[in-house]
């Protein structure tokens, strides 16, 4: 059978043209009849047209930023309240064994060492890691003397989920988990995350936004 506007070949239950879009209906005869004109593209073409006008109004949207972040000193408490635990249980055994000057000088180099060491992983840390979020992507970058600049798009965003430990819990800190379709990071962990979970929801509904916006089902997800 074919389209009496285009005259394209069309399927023999086909309601409309693949080609022209114009509706197909069967006459009394059993013969193709189009009930609209040459060239109009039928009621079932105005969805997919509205669509792709909605889709070249919103690519044009400018990109602006929804958060900033980087590795918080909160996510060390652990190690803080290790090194805090250590210290006491030096500073008791020094009081007890009666040291001299000598033995103080050492007793108090060896408290000392490890906040020195966290210190300089927080410093270390806090220097080379950096995250950006905008309405279209998620950019993290890596490293203190080599940068390495890495972004995901929010459309290959496929899960993000967040966890904490106990003490994390009492102090808003966690680290968040990103699956993606990216080749380079299908699965980025930021480590030392304030306010984990706020972060978290923002990252979550910046992804469906921009899911909504470019016209990809939820289903997809």
Known sequence: MRCPACGVEVVE???????????????????PVNSQPAGDPGPAAPDFLQAAAIRRETAAE?????????????????????????????????VYAGFGATGWLILVAAMLL????????????????????????FIHELGALRRVNNRIELLDMDDITFEQGLLERLVGVGTVRIGSSDRTD????????????????????????????????IEQI
């Not at 990109?63 to 008791?92: C, N, Q, T």
Request: net charge positive; hydrophobic share 40%.
């Open 114 to 137: 490890p906040w020195l060491y966290h210190a300089a992983v927080l410093g270390y840390r806090r220097m080379s890691v950096s995250y950006r979020l905008t309405n279209q992507r």
């Open 62 to 94: 400018p990109e602006k930023e929804l958060w900033r972040g980087g590795y918080s000193s909160k996510a060390m408490i652990g190690a803080w309240v290790i090194s805090g635990a250590i210290d006491v249980v030096l500073l008791i055994v020094g």
């Open 186 to 217: 299908p699965e980025l962990v930021l480590p030392g995350i304030d306010n984990v979970k706020e972060v978290t929801a923002i990252l979550d509904n910046a992804r469906l936004a921009e899911r909504r916006r470019r016209g990809v089902h």
């Open 13 to 31: 239950q086909a309601v409309y043209c693949h080609k022209c879009g114009g509706r197909i209906e069967a006459s009394a005869d059993n013969g």
